[in-house]
């Protein structure tokens, strides 16, 4: 019952445990203190008299900021999950990785299915990045980085996407996710990134509202689509 509870958002492990024993949580009607209650999530659930809707699988869009790394935990670090406030993060995990350095759109999920389709080679699921850079893009280096370049792996980097925008800044758009790719692609090109957001992955978009730092779980709708961006 008390996980059930985290994962449907009602808090903590701790904070759940609370709630039950402050007799706050009802199954079918008869109150439930005990966290260790066996349920199936097909009875019906109230928490402080909100219906609670249980989901097996979760996901979150995360605004990640500047100076917080992808990981699960880090002894010395601020980590992702920690920004996740009054969510169950227990068995969630980032898809990808953004460097602390970079901020944007990260996915986090306890779909460990979709997680590995979605960073599979085999899809090719695209990630569109903003970077500032140290020079101009001029446009052959941008035809460069299109055809794909040499970035000191077995192979080239993979045919991208690129252009600049009316403020100078580099809209770069790659189908594979390789260790601090966007940087060494452009350092291929002898330039030099200076500052770098995620924009989208597949087809997740991030927000215009959605301010660093803060997140929200995924609508049906996105979950839809990002199923889709890995059906073929």
Do not use: W
Request: contains cysteine; neutral net charge.
């Amino acid at each position: 019952m008390d996980k059930l509870l985290a994962d449907a958002g009602m808090g903590t492990r701790s904070q759940v445990k609370e709630l039950l024993r402050r007799g706050f949580v009802t199954v079918d009607g008869a109150v439930c203190k005990k966290g260790e209650q066996k349920v199936s999530g097909q009875e019906r659930i109230c928490c402080q008299g909100q219906a609670v809707e249980y989901a097996r699988y979760r996901y979150y869009m995360l605004h990640k900021p500047q100076g917080v790394v992808t990981a699960t935990r880090d002894a010395r670090e601020k980590t992702v999950l920690d920004l996740l406030k009054g969510v169950h993060t227990a068995d969630l995990s980032p898809v990808g990785r953004l460097d602390k350095d970079t901020e944007g759109l990260l996915l986090l999920t306890n779909d460990g299915e979709l997680a590995h389709r979605l960073l599979s080679p085999k899809y090719h699921v695209d990630k569109c990045y903003l970077a500032r850079t140290a020079r101009p893009v001029e446009a052959e280096a941008l035809a460069v980085l299109e055809q794909g370049v040499d970035i000191g792996d077995d192979k080239p980097t993979l045919p991208a996407v690129a252009k600049v925008n009316e403020q100078g800044e580099l809209l770069l758009t790659i189908r594979e996710g390789r260790y601090h790719q966007v940087k060494r692609m452009l350092r291929a090109v002898d330039n030099e990134v200076l500052y770098l957001k995620r924009l989208s992955f597949g087809s997740l978009v991030l927000p215009e509202d959605l301010e660093a730092g803060a997140f929200r779980a995924l609508t049906e709708e996105e979950q839809e689509r990002l199923r889709h961006d890995i059906s073929g």
